[in-house]
């Protein structure tokens, strides 16, 4: 049989579906589901909700990234950022490190896309980050040299985290408790996530490539880097406990260090999501993919949790003999192929 080529990067984006990871609880954060909640208050939320449709649908596309990128970097792990409503519900109902991973990279995911919207001219209440003379260049951490300067537009980072703060914490204003305490310091290690690692990149100006004068933005890290990020900090996670003064959080080990402002924390130890249990928001790793080689996360050995592994065989079509046609089309037969890999039991 013949037919033609699908190019393989089609093949690899799958798309982002607007699934009950953002439905159904205002724990889990739709946009839309938050705003209907407000709906009496005079609060930054409800203005955002009430004035700001534009705003509110970068928002929802921050809590989208989020969601994909939390998929991606747990896509090995146990508990795997599943977009089940029975399962990240009960998971941001408690104070485990995934719970402060969704949270932080919620803020985040929200104050990149609202950055970036802003960056490109979003009709939002922004304007771009003038960096070129006064004060706030001080604070700038890249330096700029003399054949360089700042573009009239650069992204507006600051932006970004204000209406991130003003959609998340601000509800949260008036509450001292733990899960609040908790919660409100990892949405500021999420948005320091982006914000410390801003880079500057230049653009040359000039005759044919003589780089005379460049042009300059203080520019975001890709999402996927902010994902990585977060992910270690997920591993060196600190474990707290109330404070004295009931304001406040501590180590719970006394030689631990203080945790940094973007350090993430949490007050519950997790469930190990080996075995399904409904309360626990946990399916459980029966017949989730596994490397029967690899020492990590993904191996059979940690993710099957002792049980083992069986192989499954599958027939799968892969495109060969492949062959280029003038012009331009390539013309392939299709194979099938033998695929082994193996399963948790
Ligand atoms: C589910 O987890 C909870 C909390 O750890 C535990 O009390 C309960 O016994 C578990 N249920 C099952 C069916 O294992
Ligand atoms: C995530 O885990 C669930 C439950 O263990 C499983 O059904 C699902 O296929 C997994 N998703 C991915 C992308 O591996
Ligand atoms: C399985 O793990 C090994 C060792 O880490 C790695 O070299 C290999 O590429 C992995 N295989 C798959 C299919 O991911």
Same mark, same amino acid.
């Given at each position: 049989?013949?037919?033609?080529? +699908?190019?393989?990067?089609?093949?690899?984006?799958?798309?982002?579906?607007?699934?009950?990871?953002?439905?159904?609880?205002?724990?889990?954060?739709?946009?839309?589901?938050?705003?209907?909640?407000?709906?009496?208050?005079?609060?930054?939320?409800?203005?955002?909700?009430?004035?700001?449709?534009?705003?509110?649908?970068?928002?929802?596309?921050? +809590?989208?990234?989020?969601?994909?990128?939390?998929?991606?970097?747990?896509?090995?792990?146990?508990?795997?950022?599943?977009?089940?409503?029975?399962?990240?519900?009960?998971?941001?109902?408690?104070?485990?490190?995934?719970?402060?991973?969704?949270?932080?990279?919620?803020?985040?995911?929200?104050?990149?896309?609202?950055?970036?919207?802003?960056?490109?001219?979003?009709?939002?209440?922004?304007?771009?980050?003038?960096?070129?003379?006064?004060?706030?260049?001080?604070?700038?951490?890249?330096?700029?040299?003399?054949?360089?300067?700042?573009?009239?537009?650069?992204?507006?980072?600051?932006?970004?985290?204000?209406?991130?703060?003003?959609?998340?914490?601000?509800?949260?204003?008036?509450?001292?408790?733990?899960?609040?305490?908790?919660?409100?310091?990892?949405?500021?290690?999420?948005?320091?996530?982006?914000?410390?690692?801003?880079?500057?990149?230049?653009?040359?100006?000039?005759?044919?490539?003589?780089?005379?004068?460049?042009?300059?933005?203080?520019?975001?890290?890709?999402?996927?880097?902010?994902?990585?990020?977060?992910?270690?900090?997920?591993?060196?996670?600190?474990?707290?406990?109330?404070?004295?003064?009931?304001?406040?959080?501590?180590?719970?080990?006394?030689?631990?260090?203080?945790?940094?402002?973007?350090?993430?924390?949490?007050?519950?130890?997790?469930?190990?999501?080996?075995?399904?249990?409904?309360?626990?928001?946990?399916?459980?790793?029966?017949?989730?993919?596994?490397?029967?080689?690899?020492?990590?996360?993904?191996?059979?050995?940690?993710?099957?949790?002792?049980?083992?592994?069986?192989?499954?065989?599958? +027939?799968?079509?892969?495109?060969?003999?492949?062959?280029?046609?003038?012009?331009?089309?390539?013309?392939?037969?299709?194979?099938?192929?033998?695929?082994?890999?193996?399963?948790?039991?």
């Amino acid at each position: 049989m013949r037919a033609v080529l +699908v190019p393989v990067c089609l093949l690899l984006v799958s798309p982002i579906s607007t699934s009950s990871w953002t439905s159904s609880s205002e724990l889990v954060l739709n946009p839309n589901q938050v705003c209907k909640k407000m709906r009496q208050s005079r609060s930054k939320i409800h203005d955002i909700c009430k004035n700001k449709p534009d705003l509110l649908k970068h928002i929802a596309d921050g +809590v989208r990234l989020a969601q994909s990128e939390c998929q991606y970097q747990f896509r090995y792990r146990r508990w795997n950022c599943t977009n089940a409503k029975k399962s990240i519900k009960k998971v941001m109902l408690r104070d485990t490190r995934e719970t402060g991973f969704v949270n932080a990279i919620i803020a985040a995911g929200i104050t990149f896309q609202v950055t970036r919207a802003c960056k490109q001219g979003a009709q939002i209440g922004c304007s771009c980050d003038k960096l070129r003379k006064g004060r706030k260049n001080k604070k700038l951490k890249p330096k700029i040299s003399e054949d360089e300067k700042w573009d009239y537009c650069t992204e507006n980072i600051e932006y970004g985290i204000k209406k991130s703060k003003d959609f998340l914490d601000t509800r949260y204003k008036k509450r001292s408790d733990m899960k609040t305490l908790v919660k409100l310091h990892n949405y500021v290690a999420g948005r320091l996530a982006i914000k410390n690692d801003m880079k500057k990149e230049c653009k040359c100006h000039g005759l044919s490539g003589s780089c005379t004068l460049k042009s300059c933005i203080n520019k975001m890290p890709n999402f996927r880097k902010i994902g990585h990020t977060l992910k270690q900090r997920f591993d060196g996670a600190a474990k707290v406990i109330p404070g004295n003064d009931g304001k406040s959080f501590m180590p719970e080990g006394a030689t631990i260090k203080y945790p940094s402002r973007s350090d993430l924390v949490y007050s519950e130890e997790s469930s190990n999501f080996c075995n399904p249990n409904s309360t626990l928001g946990s399916f459980g790793t029966q017949g989730r993919k596994c490397n029967e080689t690899s020492p990590g996360e993904d191996g059979c050995a940690i993710l099957c949790c002792g049980r083992g592994s069986r192989s499954v065989k599958e +027939v799968v079509q892969k495109s060969c003999r492949c062959e280029f046609h003038f012009c331009c089309d390539v013309k392939c037969d299709t194979c099938n192929e033998q695929n082994t890999y193996h399963v948790c039991q």
